[in-house]
């Protein structure tokens, strides 16, 4: 089974609705974090958290939201999705240590008509 | 913002060595990591400096220079598996203690 968990793995949908997207660890990390990507641009980070009760806004956080359930759970909600949006979004996990590097779910391929 | 800057593309042969440049301005330092990504997949880990000098990992190695703000990845014995996105990422101080992607560079090995 994979440490990092992302759900769904593909998703389709129109402007205006409201999306989730999930992720779940059993790497037992605090700090977990969104990114998105699109061609060229690289990783840019939406928001990310240090522990439950921690949230933190990234580069790009406008339009979006999250939630920190559990040590294990972060998830990340479009309000009203629009189709700039449509991107592939990660979700990473690492230790606290600035040694450690980051460990990425598959991803979720977003698309918005 | 983030200034870190990659080559976009490369090619290399198969067989051959490749070395992959990146470029950064911050303050507070704390670490260069280098991550591998297939198209369509997660990037994986490769290889972590944070102080001069170079990093060998089998066929990969990494170089940093923090004086110079400069690093690079390099590539031997060339693969056609090797064919992806390299990444760049700084973590520092002025980042939030975050990881700062640069835009990646994408490197096709040919027969």
């Known amino acids: ?113 | 913002g983030q200034n870190i800057d990659q080559p976009t593309e490369m090619t290399a042969t198969e067989g051959a060595i490749v070395q992959i440049n990146c470029t950064y301005q911050t303050s507070g330092f704390n670490g260069l990591f280098w991550y591998q990504q297939h198209a369509g997949e997660a990037p994986t880990f490769l290889s972590y400096n944070v102080l001069d000098g170079l990093e060998e990992k089998g066929r990969f190695s990494s170089f940093l220079s923090r004086s110079k703000g400069y690093s690079y990845l390099l590539l031997k014995e060339l693969q056609m598996k090797d064919s992806a996105s390299y990444l760049c990422a700084v973590r520092a101080e002025n980042y939030g203690q975050n990881f700062v992607f640069g835009p990646g560079t994408r490197l096709s090995v040919l027969p």
């Open chain 1, 1 to 113: 089974d994979a440490d990092v968990t992302q759900t769904p793995r593909n998703r389709i949908t129109k402007t205006g609705k409201r999306i989730m997207l999930e992720c779940s660890q059993t790497k037992g990390h605090d700090r977990m974090y969104w990114y998105r990507q699109d061609p060229g641009l690289g990783l840019q980070l939406i928001y990310y958290s240090f522990d439950v009760k921690d949230i933190n806004k990234g580069e790009i956080s406008d339009g979006y939201s999250v939630s920190r359930q559990a040590q294990a759970k972060f998830s990340l909600s479009l309000e009203s999705a629009i189709p700039n949006q449509t991107a592939l979004y990660f979700c990473a996990t690492s230790e606290d240590y600035s040694n450690q590097p980051q460990h990425f779910g598959d991803g979720t391929r977003l698309s918005i008509l």
